[in-house]
């Protein structure tokens, strides 16, 4: 057979020739055990004699090898390489950056890298040569440790052998992808035997020339007109943030930058890029050397600052906010460093998309989305992507070459090349001039087809674990986007008011450190625990910094005040520690806290301890049965003797939520063992292997009014423990339940479950800047933004989280004939991989029910319990800087502009679906109002009436206005 002929001929003739002269390196060695040091450390430091044949590495650790040669003289004018083998095989077990005598990398070497390290491409003979080599190990390798080094050679490349082989290599490849009747597949497969019988074993160097005479007609055969050019571009491709801890990321990016600025060198149109800028801010900071090298290969067009996001974020778990600044920091930077700009948005590895992200994207300049990844189940790769607003984004999905037999002309046009060697370049060179399908260029190719349109999030792999796994990575990135909000909130009222200096500095610090961190691996609970540790270090250092800005926002005073930081005005209990002065109605509560009423107008500032002024206060009684019914006139809630829900009632409709004989809160425990994958594919158990924690070790009345009623359930399964407050507050429509789990399980997910009374005709699921409407009953696991809505013609409810994304919604059957629809939230997995400790410890869940809600109450109330209520004794009462008038117009952000002119920025959206009209009114003298994209530029005028800014914006519509301020500001208006 042609192939084994073939690789034989490979592996026995052509390798073992391919470094005819060779000499070996003096090795030293320097074995670090613990954090990577910097290279000019590394250059001063004392190494131990090395020899070929010596073990080295641990999990995590770093060691440096210096390699010490000289040239020789009979060498002059020959390609000298650096052969380096540091042991583990084919596998990705170490990973090495080769640096130069004055510590500046060279490329990268490993399973990632197998590339020899150019020495000289005509030496001069009597060279010194000095490398060091900054190897690491991956607790990956634990089993394989300690590895073993196999070869460490300055030597000489026989360009002939080198050029025969990638010519044998190229050919056989384009005869493999022709049929077998087709002429020119037999005169190929003719040449490659031709080829190797040229070729003298006894000879190779010597004959090898010969036989690339004998393919060089085939290789010069011009490509057809009907050919379609394949747009091969060179992708950085690190081991993502995730996979490995923070600082290995960094030297992931070292290799891989290094490497492809080698490849350019060598091979001239060949084009790189690199999808996240964050990449590049690190090679900026730690790797000088490289950052230069790539600011040059940008202005020369041999590198593509594509992408703009900051971090390959994961697009359903963001925030809105978090979102919009991946463009700002990530295009912002482009253009500071590179004085380039990115037109498109260029994913790699992602599972999903939010269908927010065509409006987003656009806002801020791109006109196009490319996803390095391939989706099977799609007939096209190309079609015309449409947002929830109705935004249309040309989208396209790579990964690799289509065959010749594929029917989509759009995915055989561009084939990414993730951390491409010589090998592959040599073989793309080879076919950019190949008649055959498809044919490849290292130029860029600007063609498109543009095939179907479609709606909806951009599914593209299992992934409905992710919306759980790592709930505290997950709690730890809303909790620091809620104080980012706040910070430039407060902050920015302040600077209004008082004139205080506005924290810019430290914003964009705080902003990158957490937008690195919704990394798709990181943020969707795919991390290494390593990993999972420093997004948790870095997500608690952020949240210290902002709240110490958010006080010096606020500022001294002598009243205590609540400060509401959301979008919606407030009216509700708050929690005091100890008594408060003056209140007009106060509960002591058994933990020595004590509960006031407080109101604050959206974005600004209110009193603590109001009177309750028509607020029906909130009872609580024991039934006959044993139940505890907690009643506030606006929610009815009946709680058994287990500590669940049997009745859910709204008395203003007298509809009974709970379905009849259902069991609301109910926790189950599933079994979840994935094949495949288990911290992002969900794989639930049938319900013969369910576990329902039904009976109730305690419940207990901790408080019963009349602003608060509570009550304090416990349960047990096995070593974990769940605790948890069912609360009803005075004014308030929703039943809140929080949540405390110490959690010890293994391949098990936690859901909570509230049959409700009724078959649903639509569920909708917050998601950034809107929300996304599906048919209920399905049971497919979803994610969601703070909220979910359930719609029936005769009933709605609302449920909110402050933390949890995943949910699905079932329509069960009940044995009269009726139909229940059941919703689950997912507040716990526990996959045992690639962190075999995920999730273990103590998690805590604040959950909202509201029956008869609208959509506008779920929205509200999901932005009610991801921000609360900040109490501050002593410090000043805000008045909100804006405030609208439409209640689906939801003010997203306020700010000052990042170009520190001090003008006002406002982002708000249309969140209920809907056109709609209203009117920002500014409580400070405007200058001037222009509307701008999310980057804060490309400013249009728009029309005032004094404070007043009258708006239209269409379904979902996302605007941002920048206000500047009039200079005479010490009276604002409503002062």
């Given at each position: 057979?042609?192939?084994?002929?073939?690789?034989?001929?490979?592996?026995?003739?052509?390798?073992?020739?391919?470094?005819?002269?060779?000499?070996?390196?003096?090795?030293?060695?320097?074995?670090?055990?613990?954090?990577?040091?910097?290279?000019?450390?590394?250059?001063?430091?004392?190494?131990?004699?090395?020899?070929?044949?010596?073990?080295?590495g641990q999990p995590w650790s770093t060691s440096w090898f210096t390699l010490r040669a000289t040239v020789p003289k009979r060498w002059a004018g020959r390609r000298v390489e650096a052969v380096l083998d540091l042991g583990g095989g084919e596998g990705a077990r170490s990973q090495a950056l080769v640096r130069d005598a004055y510590g500046a990398p060279l490329q990268g070497l490993g399973a990632a890298h197998p590339d020899p390290v150019l020495v000289a491409g005509r030496a001069h003979g009597?060279?010194?040569?000095?490398?060091?080599?900054?190897?690491?190990?991956?607790?990956?390798?634990?089993?394989?440790?300690?590895?073993?080094?196999?070869?460490?050679?300055?030597?000489?490349?026989?360009?002939?052998?080198?050029?025969?082989?990638?010519?044998?290599?190229?050919?056989?490849?384009?005869?493999?992808?022709?049929?077998?009747?087709?002429?020119?597949?037999?005169?190929?497969?003719?040449?490659?035997?031709?080829?190797?019988?040229?070729?003298?074993?006894?000879?190779?160097?010597?004959?090898?020339?010969?036989?690339?005479?004998?393919?060089?007609?085939?290789?010069?055969?011009?490509?057809?007109?009907?050919?379609?050019?394949?747009?091969?571009?060179?992708?950085?491709?690190?081991?993502?943030?995730?996979?490995?801890?923070?600082?290995?990321?960094?030297?992931?990016?070292?290799?891989?930058?290094?490497?492809?600025?080698?490849?350019?060198?060598?091979?001239?149109?060949?084009?790189?890029?690199?999808?996240?800028?964050?990449?590049?801010?690190?090679?900026?900071?730690?790797?000088?050397?490289?950052?230069?090298?790539?600011?040059?290969?940008?202005?020369?067009?041999?590198?593509?600052?594509?992408?703009?996001?900051?971090?390959?974020?994961?697009?359903?778990?963001?925030?809105?906010?978090?979102?919009?600044?991946?463009?700002?920091?990530?295009?912002?930077?482009?253009?500071?460093?590179?004085?380039?700009?990115?037109?498109?948005?260029?994913?790699?590895?992602?599972?999903?998309?939010?269908?927010?992200?065509?409006?987003?994207?656009?806002?801020?300049?791109?006109?196009?989305?490319?996803?390095?990844?391939?989706?099977?189940?799609?007939?096209?790769?190309?079609?015309?992507?449409?947002?929830?607003?109705?935004?249309?984004?040309?989208?396209?999905?790579?990964?690799?070459?289509?065959?010749?037999?594929?029917?989509?002309?759009?995915?055989?046009?561009?084939?990414?090349?993730?951390?491409?060697?010589?090998?592959?370049?040599?073989?793309?060179?080879?076919?950019?001039?190949?008649?055959?399908?498809?044919?490849?260029?290292?130029?860029?190719?600007?063609?498109?087809?543009?095939?179907?349109?479609?709606?909806?999030?951009?599914?593209?792999?299992?992934?409905?674990?992710?919306?759980?796994?790592?709930?505290?990575?997950?709690?730890?990135?809303?909790?620091?986007?809620?104080?980012?909000?706040?910070?430039?909130?407060?902050?920015?009222?302040?600077?209004?008011?008082?004139?205080?200096?506005?924290?810019?500095?430290?914003?964009?610090?705080?902003?990158?450190?957490?937008?690195?961190?919704?990394?798709?691996?990181?943020?969707?609970?795919?991390?290494?625990?390593?990993?999972?540790?420093?997004?948790?270090?870095?997500?608690?250092?952020?949240?210290?910094?902002?709240?110490?800005?958010?006080?010096?926002?606020?500022?001294?005073?002598?009243?205590?005040?609540?400060?509401?930081?959301?979008?919606?005005?407030?009216?509700?209990?708050?929690?005091?520690?100890?008594?408060?002065?003056?209140?007009?109605?106060?509960?002591?509560?058994?933990?020595?806290?004590?509960?006031?009423?407080?109101?604050?107008?959206?974005?600004?500032?209110?009193?603590?301890?109001?009177?309750?002024?028509?607020?029906?206060?909130?009872?609580?009684?024991?039934?006959?049965?044993?139940?505890?019914?907690?009643?506030?006139?606006?929610?009815?809630?009946?709680?058994?003797?287990?500590?669940?829900?049997?009745?859910?009632?709204?008395?203003?409709?007298?509809?009974?939520?709970?379905?009849?004989?259902?069991?609301?809160?109910?926790?189950?425990?599933?079994?979840?063992?994935?094949?495949?994958?288990?911290?992002?594919?969900?794989?639930?158990?049938?319900?013969?292997?369910?576990?329902?924690?039904?009976?109730?070790?305690?419940?207990?009345?901790?408080?019963?009014?009349?602003?608060?009623?509570?009550?304090?359930?416990?349960?047990?399964?096995?070593?974990?423990?769940?605790?948890?407050?069912?609360?009803?507050?005075?004014?308030?429509?929703?039943?809140?339940?929080?949540?405390?789990?110490?959690?010890?399980?293994?391949?098990?997910?936690?859901?909570?479950?509230?049959?409700?009374?009724?078959?649903?005709?639509?569920?909708?699921?917050?998601?950034?800047?809107?929300?996304?409407?599906?048919?209920?009953?399905?049971?497919?696991?979803?994610?969601?933004?703070?909220?979910?809505?359930?719609?029936?013609?005769?009933?709605?409810?609302?449920?909110?989280?402050?933390?949890?994304?995943?949910?699905?919604?079932?329509?069960?059957?009940?044995?009269?004939?009726?139909?229940?629809?059941?919703?689950?939230?997912?507040?716990?997995?526990?996959?045992?991989?690639?962190?075999?400790?995920?999730?273990?410890?103590?998690?805590?869940?604040?959950?909202?029910?509201?029956?008869?809600?609208?959509?506008?109450?779920?929205?509200?109330?999901?932005?009610?319990?991801?921000?609360?209520?900040?109490?501050?004794?002593?410090?000043?009462?805000?008045?909100?800087?804006?405030?609208?008038?439409?209640?689906?117009?939801?003010?997203?952000?306020?700010?000052?502009?990042?170009?520190?002119?001090?003008?006002?920025?406002?982002?708000?959206?249309?969140?209920?679906?809907?056109?709609?009209?209203?009117?920002?009114?500014?409580?400070?003298?405007?200058?001037?109002?222009?509307?701008?994209?999310?980057?804060?530029?490309?400013a249009v005028p728009h029309a005032h009436d004094g404070p007043h800014i009258h708006l239209k914006l269409r379904p979902f519509e996302i605007r941002t206005l920048r206000i500047s301020r009039a200079e005479a500001d010490e009276e604002p208006l409503g002062a």
């Amino acid at each position: 057979m042609l192939e084994e002929r073939i690789a034989a001929f490979l592996a026995q003739r052509l390798r073992p020739a391919l470094y005819p002269l060779r000499i070996p390196f003096d090795v030293g060695a320097w074995h670090l055990p613990g954090e990577p040091v910097p290279a000019h450390v590394a250059l001063r430091a004392d190494y131990e004699p090395f020899s070929v044949g010596d073990t080295w590495g641990q999990p995590w650790s770093t060691s440096w090898f210096t390699l010490r040669a000289t040239v020789p003289k009979r060498w002059a004018g020959r390609r000298v390489e650096a052969v380096l083998d540091l042991g583990g095989g084919e596998g990705a077990r170490s990973q090495a950056l080769v640096r130069d005598a004055y510590g500046a990398p060279l490329q990268g070497l490993g399973a990632a890298h197998p590339d020899p390290v150019l020495v000289a491409g005509r030496a001069h003979g009597d060279d010194d040569v000095r490398l060091f080599v900054e190897a690491s190990v991956s607790a990956a390798a634990a089993d394989a440790l300690p590895l073993r080094v196999g070869r460490a050679d300055l030597a000489v490349r026989d360009e002939a052998v080198w050029r025969l082989s990638h010519d044998i290599r190229a050919l056989h490849r384009l005869q493999l992808s022709l049929s077998d009747d087709v002429p020119r597949a037999t005169r190929i497969r003719d040449a490659l035997e031709r080829a190797m019988d040229a070729v003298d074993p006894r000879a190779v160097g010597r004959t090898a020339s010969a036989a690339c005479a004998v393919l060089a007609p085939e290789l010069a055969r011009a490509v057809e007109p009907s050919s379609r050019p394949v747009l091969v571009v060179g992708e950085s491709a690190p081991a993502s943030l995730g996979a490995v801890p923070l600082h290995e990321a960094v030297r992931a990016c070292a290799r891989d930058f290094s490497t492809l600025v080698a490849l350019a060198d060598e091979y001239p149109g060949f084009v790189s890029v690199a999808p996240a800028v964050q990449h590049y801010a690190w090679m900026k900071q730690h790797e000088p050397h490289v950052f230069e090298r790539l600011r040059k290969m940008v202005a020369d067009g041999a590198w593509l600052p594509v992408g703009g996001l900051w971090a390959q974020a994961d697009t359903e778990l963001a925030g809105s906010e978090s979102l919009v600044r991946q463009f700002v920091h990530g295009r912002r930077f482009l253009r500071g460093e590179f004085g380039a700009d990115s037109d498109g948005v260029w994913l790699t590895d992602t599972d999903g998309v939010s269908p927010a992200l065509p409006q987003i994207a656009r806002a801020a300049g791109a006109h196009g989305l490319l996803v390095s990844r391939r989706d099977e189940s799609r007939s096209r790769s190309t079609f015309a992507w449409e947002g929830i607003d109705g935004t249309v984004m040309l989208t396209r999905l790579t990964g690799r070459a289509a065959g010749p037999e594929s029917d989509d002309a759009s995915a055989r046009s561009l084939h990414t090349l993730r951390n491409p060697d010589r090998a592959t370049l040599e073989r793309a060179r080879r076919l950019a001039d190949l008649d055959g399908p498809p044919s490849h260029t290292l130029h860029p190719a600007h063609d498109a087809d543009v095939g179907a349109r479609m709606r909806g999030a951009l599914d593209l792999a299992p992934h409905a674990g992710a919306y759980t796994s790592q709930a505290r990575t997950k709690r730890g990135n809303r909790m620091c986007e809620v104080l980012l909000h706040e910070v430039e909130l407060w902050s920015a009222t302040a600077a209004v008011r008082r004139g205080t200096p506005y924290p810019y500095d430290a914003l964009n610090r705080i902003w990158k450190s957490v937008l690195t961190q919704q990394s798709h691996d990181v943020l969707a609970g795919a991390a290494v625990a390593r990993a999972r540790q420093d997004a948790e270090d870095a997500h608690h250092q952020a949240a210290r910094r902002l709240t110490r800005l958010v006080h010096r926002a606020l500022g001294p005073s002598g009243d205590i005040a609540v400060h509401n930081a959301a979008p919606f005005a407030r009216r509700e209990v708050v929690l005091l520690d100890g008594v408060v002065e003056g209140a007009a109605v106060a509960q002591g509560l058994p933990d020595g806290r004590c509960a006031v009423l407080a109101q604050a107008p959206a974005h600004g500032s209110g009193p603590v301890g109001i009177a309750l002024d028509g607020t029906a206060p909130v009872t609580a009684r024991r039934t006959r049965e044993g139940h505890r019914v907690l009643d506030n006139g606006l929610v009815r809630v009946t709680i058994d003797g287990d500590g669940l829900v049997r009745s859910l009632v709204d008395p203003a409709t007298g509809h009974e939520a709970i379905a009849p004989g259902g069991r609301g809160n109910l926790l189950e425990l599933h079994r979840d063992e994935p094949v495949a994958d288990p911290a992002r594919t969900l794989a639930l158990g049938s319900d013969r292997t369910r576990r329902d924690l039904i009976h109730a070790q305690d419940v207990e009345l901790l408080a019963n009014g009349p602003l608060v009623a509570t009550v304090r359930v416990r349960r047990g399964n096995g070593r974990s423990v769940f605790t948890q407050d069912l609360t009803l507050t005075a004014g308030g429509p929703s039943l809140t339940v929080d949540t405390e789990v110490d959690w010890r399980e293994r391949d098990t997910t936690l859901k909570q479950t509230w049959p409700l009374n009724g078959q649903a005709s639509q569920v909708r699921c917050g998601i950034a800047f809107g929300h996304t409407v599906h048919a209920p009953g399905d049971g497919e696991e979803r994610a969601a933004q703070r909220w979910v809505h359930i719609d029936a013609p005769t009933w709605t409810a609302g449920f909110a989280g402050d933390v949890t994304h995943g949910h699905d919604v079932v329509r069960r059957e009940r044995c009269d004939g009726g139909t229940d629809t059941t919703l689950r939230h997912t507040l716990l997995r526990a996959p045992h991989s690639p962190d075999p400790h995920a999730d273990r410890g103590v998690h805590r869940f604040r959950h909202t029910v509201r029956p008869g809600a609208t959509v506008g109450d779920a929205v509200a109330d999901g932005y009610r319990l991801d921000t609360p209520l900040r109490l501050s004794d002593g410090a000043s009462s805000l008045r909100p800087l804006v405030r609208v008038d439409h209640p689906d117009v939801v003010v997203e952000t306020v700010k000052l502009a990042e170009d520190r002119s001090g003008d006002v920025v406002v982002r708000l959206y249309e969140a209920g679906g809907n056109a709609a009209r209203t009117t920002l009114t500014a409580d400070f003298a405007v200058a001037e109002a222009c509307t701008t994209d999310l980057i804060e530029e490309n400013a249009v005028p728009h029309a005032h009436d004094g404070p007043h800014i009258h708006l239209k914006l269409r379904p979902f519509e996302i605007r941002t206005l920048r206000i500047s301020r009039a200079e005479a500001d010490e009276e604002p208006l409503g002062a």
